[in-house]
């Protein structure tokens, strides 16, 4: 029930009910569906009632559980090109929801013995991001570190381009071939 109804001005617009299963007065927004509201319980008490009808049916996120079975791939290749790799919920996806690690960073870790750090970032020196041999893999300390690595790269690309040995033609870069004579 309605206790107090207060019109626009008083305080911070706010109205006075009273719940009509235990009585409890409390204070709530102003709001113009509450005076035509034949019934006003707590929370608590909505809660209650809400849930005796409920009973029976089927809870809100049934069918979008999965069995581990189902998920459970032991690798796949994600929309960045990286090898994503199983490694279990829990602990040893380090925080992940679905379980997947990436392999890089399994592969470094194991390398180096430790965890990797949150600032740490792993690059791959050929390029290629599922080729992922220790050897081709080198630890960055920042990711500033890993951008003065790709900037190193670009650069170097630009002095193979003004030299001649990468060639521009047609929208598309290619390697020059040179023909060596004996």
Known sequence: MIVEYYAPSPPKNQSVLKCDVCGEH??????KQLLNKTSHPCRSCSNKINGKAKVGRKPWNSGKRYSIKEVEKTSYIDSFGYVQVWCGRGKGSRGRKDG???????????????PLEKNEIVHHIDGNKQNNSIDNLYL??????????????????????????????NGSYFLEHRVIES
């Open 140 to 169: 960055c300390k920042s990711t500033s570190e890993h951008r003065q690595i790709h900037n190193q790269l670009e650069e170097l690309s630009m002095q193979l381009v003004q030299n001649g040995v990468i060639l521009f033609e």
């Open 100 to 114: 997947y690690r990436l392999q890089h960073h399994l592969v470094m870790e194991d390398y180096i013995g430790r």
């Open 26 to 31: 409390r204070r709530v927004r102003r709001v």
